[in-house]
């Protein structure tokens, strides 16, 4: 018997707990509270959630809302989400050390939202957020400590948009 933690069809569960980057912890050791999978939100909601992570220095938290609403968001914003989820991958990998996959994920996500910068749907700042990433990534490629993730976290709406 396996000492794995499965669902009844074999599949992962990932019960172990998790500290404020996703990285896993020893079982038994207090970490961050996960957020709820599958959870759908409003596209406000979802923004403002993953706003007060990525302020809180938890961007793999941010990256999970964002994966929420890029599954259950509508088929032409999906890019939209996935590109924040890379966004926030990145900056997860930045904090995490892994600088050159950090740098690589940050360009792949602004290339996902840039399609969107004419339309800022739900008030994202997509032209900022794209131009903050490839900013980042090429600061990452010189970097060699990884920097704290509450210190590196965009804004993802507009200056001035309510939250």
């Known amino acids: 018997m396996s000492d794995r933690d499965r669902d009844e069809e074999g599949r992962a569960r990932n019960a172990r707990p998790r500290d404020g980057l996703g990285r896993p912890l020893p079982y038994g050791a207090e ?7 599958g959870v759908v939100r409003a596209p406000e909601e979802s923004l403002a959630e993953a706003q007060r992570l990525l302020d809180e220095g938890k961007p793999f938290h941010a990256h999970e809302v964002f994966e929420d609403a890029w599954k259950s968001g509508p088929e032409e914003e999906r890019e939209l989400w996935r ?30 939202i840039e399609p969107f910068a004419a339309r800022r749907p739900h008030g994202i700042d997509v032209e ?24 590196i976290v965009p804004r993802l709406r507009e200056p001035g948009h309510d939250r």
């Open 31 to 37: 970490g961050v509270e996960r957020q709820p999978e």
């Open 128 to 151: 900022g957020l794209g131009a903050w990433a490839r900013t980042l990534a090429a600061s990452l490629r010189e970097q060699v400590a990884p920097p704290d993730a509450s210190t």
């Open 83 to 112: 590109g924040l989820a890379q966004l926030a991958v990145g900056v997860t990998h930045a904090a995490r050390g892994n600088l050159t996959g950090a740098a690589s994920l940050l360009d792949r996500g602004a290339g996902n």
